[in-house]
Protein backbone atom coordinates (compact mmCIF):
# COMPACT_ATOMS: atom_id res chain seq x y z
CA UNK A 1 0.00 0.00 0.00
CA UNK A 2 1.03 3.54 -1.05
CA UNK A 3 2.00 5.83 1.68
CA UNK A 4 -0.98 8.21 2.93
CA UNK A 5 -0.38 12.22 2.34
CA UNK A 6 -2.89 13.27 4.64
CA UNK A 7 -0.32 11.73 7.40
CA UNK A 8 3.10 12.98 8.60
CA UNK A 9 5.88 10.90 10.20
CA UNK A 10 4.49 11.29 13.68
CA UNK A 11 0.72 10.05 12.74
CA UNK A 12 -0.84 13.00 12.54
CA UNK A 13 -2.95 14.54 10.05
CA UNK A 14 -1.87 17.38 8.11
CA UNK A 15 -2.42 19.46 5.13
CA UNK A 16 -0.45 18.09 1.85
CA UNK A 17 2.15 21.10 0.53
CA UNK A 18 1.10 21.49 -3.09
CA UNK A 19 3.17 24.49 -3.39
CA UNK A 20 5.57 23.05 -5.55
CA UNK A 21 3.42 21.05 -8.07
CA UNK A 22 2.52 22.97 -11.32
CA UNK A 23 -0.61 24.66 -12.48
CA UNK A 24 -2.51 22.03 -14.39
CA UNK A 25 -6.43 21.90 -15.76
CA UNK A 26 -7.72 19.22 -13.89
CA UNK A 27 -11.59 17.23 -14.25
CA UNK A 28 -12.93 14.87 -12.02
CA UNK A 29 -16.57 13.17 -12.67
CA UNK A 30 -18.51 11.43 -9.76
CA UNK A 31 -21.76 9.18 -9.50
CA UNK A 32 -24.01 8.15 -7.37
CA UNK A 33 -27.66 6.81 -6.78
CA UNK A 34 -30.50 7.44 -4.42
CA UNK A 35 -32.79 4.10 -4.82
CA UNK A 36 -36.83 5.25 -4.49
CA UNK A 37 -40.52 4.20 -5.44
CA UNK A 38 -41.88 4.83 -8.46
CA UNK A 39 -44.43 6.88 -6.95
CA UNK A 40 -41.82 9.15 -5.40
CA UNK A 41 -40.24 9.59 -8.84
CA UNK A 42 -43.86 10.11 -9.90
CA UNK A 43 -44.30 13.16 -7.41
CA UNK A 44 -41.17 14.47 -8.38
CA UNK A 45 -41.24 14.26 -12.35
CA UNK A 46 -44.86 15.69 -12.05
CA UNK A 47 -43.50 18.63 -9.77
CA UNK A 48 -45.66 18.03 -6.98
CA UNK A 49 -43.17 17.72 -4.06
CA UNK A 50 -44.40 19.70 -1.54
CA UNK A 51 -40.76 21.25 -0.95
CA UNK A 52 -40.60 22.66 -4.85
CA UNK A 53 -38.78 21.71 -7.48
CA UNK A 54 -36.61 18.80 -6.42
CA UNK A 55 -34.32 17.61 -9.30
CA UNK A 56 -33.66 21.50 -10.01
CA UNK A 57 -33.17 22.76 -6.13
CA UNK A 58 -30.38 18.99 -5.88
CA UNK A 59 -28.97 20.24 -8.64
CA UNK A 60 -27.90 24.09 -7.32
CA UNK A 61 -27.21 22.38 -3.72
CA UNK A 62 -24.77 19.74 -5.58
CA UNK A 63 -22.89 22.86 -7.02
CA UNK A 64 -23.07 24.72 -4.17
CA UNK A 65 -21.59 22.32 -2.09
CA UNK A 66 -18.88 21.64 -4.89
CA UNK A 67 -17.81 25.21 -4.33
CA UNK A 68 -17.62 24.77 -0.73
CA UNK A 69 -16.12 21.52 -0.41
CA UNK A 70 -12.98 22.65 1.51
CA UNK A 71 -15.26 23.88 4.44
CA UNK A 72 -16.95 20.49 5.28
CA UNK A 73 -13.62 18.66 4.23
CA UNK A 74 -11.32 19.37 6.58
CA UNK A 75 -7.68 18.66 4.84
CA UNK A 76 -9.24 19.72 1.55
CA UNK A 77 -7.26 22.62 0.19
CA UNK A 78 -9.80 25.69 -0.52
CA UNK A 79 -10.29 25.26 -4.50
CA UNK A 80 -11.32 28.29 -6.75
CA UNK A 81 -13.75 25.83 -8.92
CA UNK A 82 -13.99 27.13 -13.18
CA UNK A 83 -16.75 24.65 -13.16
CA UNK A 84 -19.74 22.22 -11.54
CA UNK A 85 -22.13 20.21 -13.39
CA UNK A 86 -25.14 18.00 -12.13
CA UNK A 87 -27.15 15.68 -13.69
CA UNK A 88 -29.61 13.34 -13.10
CA UNK A 89 -30.67 9.94 -15.15
CA UNK A 90 -33.79 7.93 -14.37
CA UNK A 91 -33.18 4.46 -15.69
CA UNK A 92 -35.77 2.43 -17.39
CA UNK A 93 -36.09 0.13 -13.97
CA UNK A 94 -37.15 3.18 -12.16
CA UNK A 95 -35.99 2.67 -9.20
CA UNK A 96 -33.87 5.20 -8.30
CA UNK A 97 -32.17 8.56 -9.96
CA UNK A 98 -28.71 8.30 -10.94
CA UNK A 99 -26.40 11.45 -9.75
CA UNK A 100 -23.58 12.73 -12.24
CA UNK A 101 -21.36 15.51 -11.53
CA UNK A 102 -18.24 17.20 -12.74
CA UNK A 103 -15.60 19.65 -12.01
CA UNK A 104 -13.38 21.25 -13.49
CA UNK A 105 -9.76 23.64 -12.13
CA UNK A 106 -7.05 24.33 -13.10
CA UNK A 107 -4.72 23.95 -9.89
CA UNK A 108 -2.34 22.31 -8.42
CA UNK A 109 -4.71 19.57 -6.69
CA UNK A 110 -7.09 17.58 -8.05
CA UNK A 111 -10.75 18.32 -7.89
CA UNK A 112 -12.30 14.75 -7.44
CA UNK A 113 -13.56 15.87 -3.40
CA UNK A 114 -15.60 18.51 -5.23
CA UNK A 115 -17.34 16.11 -7.34
CA UNK A 116 -18.13 13.44 -5.02
CA UNK A 117 -19.28 16.28 -2.41
CA UNK A 118 -21.66 17.66 -5.18
CA UNK A 119 -23.06 14.12 -5.91
CA UNK A 120 -23.72 13.25 -2.55
CA UNK A 121 -24.98 16.23 -1.68
CA UNK A 122 -27.37 16.10 -4.47
CA UNK A 123 -28.67 13.30 -3.01
CA UNK A 124 -29.46 14.41 0.52
CA UNK A 125 -31.35 16.93 -1.20
CA UNK A 126 -33.46 14.88 -3.16
CA UNK A 127 -33.55 12.42 0.35
CA UNK A 128 -34.96 15.77 2.40
CA UNK A 129 -37.10 16.96 -0.19
CA UNK A 130 -38.72 13.72 -0.28
CA UNK A 131 -38.60 11.84 3.05
CA UNK A 132 -42.17 12.36 3.62
CA UNK A 133 -43.65 10.62 1.24
CA UNK A 134 -40.44 7.74 1.06
CA UNK A 135 -39.26 6.52 3.99
CA UNK A 136 -37.37 3.86 2.33
CA UNK A 137 -34.89 5.95 -0.25
CA UNK A 138 -31.24 4.82 0.46
CA UNK A 139 -28.40 6.76 -1.02
CA UNK A 140 -25.62 4.84 -2.53
CA UNK A 141 -22.64 3.79 -4.91
CA UNK A 142 -20.82 7.24 -4.54
CA UNK A 143 -17.84 6.87 -6.54
CA UNK A 144 -15.19 8.79 -8.62
CA UNK A 145 -15.71 7.73 -11.98
CA UNK A 146 -12.88 9.68 -14.01
CA UNK A 147 -10.29 12.04 -13.47
CA UNK A 148 -7.88 13.57 -15.69
CA UNK A 149 -4.99 16.41 -15.93
CA UNK A 150 -3.24 18.26 -18.29
Not at 45 to 51: D, F, H, M, R, S
Not at 116 to 145: F, G, R
Amino acid sequence: MSELTHIDADGDARMVDISAKPLQDREAMARGEIHLAESTLDVIENGQAAKGNVLATARLAGIMAAKKTAELIPLCHPLPINYAKVDFEIPVSRDRIVITASARISAQTGVEMEALTAVSTAALTIYDMCKAIDKKMVISEISVTSKTKR
